[in-house]
Nanobody
Framework: QVQLVESGGGLVQAGGSLRLSCAAS????????MGWFRQAPGKEREFVAA????????GYADSLKGRSTISRDNAKNTLYLQMNSLKPEDTAVYYC??????????????????WGQGTQVTVSS
């Protein structure tokens, strides 16, 4: 059974930073690509960033490109998302997800087979 547990969300003022973490278990973490998604109230879940198994290739949504960095520590089975210069429109529940792909950075929700429970990020203006 694969488990993904996000942490690091919270309330931050516009312009601030947060670092989200996702602890993974139940699957050989280093074999698979991972991703971050977010879902705001009344909106569909959307892609934020993804990273290949080795961390060598990353991909970002335009909305957070230049303001966020996805990374992973395979020795610690942990995925990270560093977000800077946060804006009120970044307010959402952020989810990490695991895919059976390894060598590229999937952007569709249907390409991921395991999801965490989410962590709330609220950016005040």
């Amino acid at each position: 059974q694969v488990q993904l547990v996000e942490s690091g969300g919270g309330l931050v003022q516009a312009g601030g930073s947060l670092r989200l973490s996702c602890a993974a278990s139940g699957r050989t973490f280093s074999n698979y690509a991972m991703g971050w998604f977010r879902q705001a109230p009344g909106k569909e879940r959307e892609f934020v960033a993804a990273i290949t198994w080795s961390g060598g290739v990353t991909g970002y949504a335009d909305s957070l490109k230049g303001r966020s960095t996805i990374s992973r520590d395979n020795a610690k089975n942990t995925l990270y998302l560093q977000m800077n210069s946060l804006k009120p429109e970044d307010t959402a529940v952020y989810y990490c997800a695991s895919t059976k792909k390894a060598y590229y950075t999937p952007r569709g929700t249907d390409e991921y087979d395991y999801w965490g429970q989410g962590t709330q990020v609220t950016v005040s203006s």
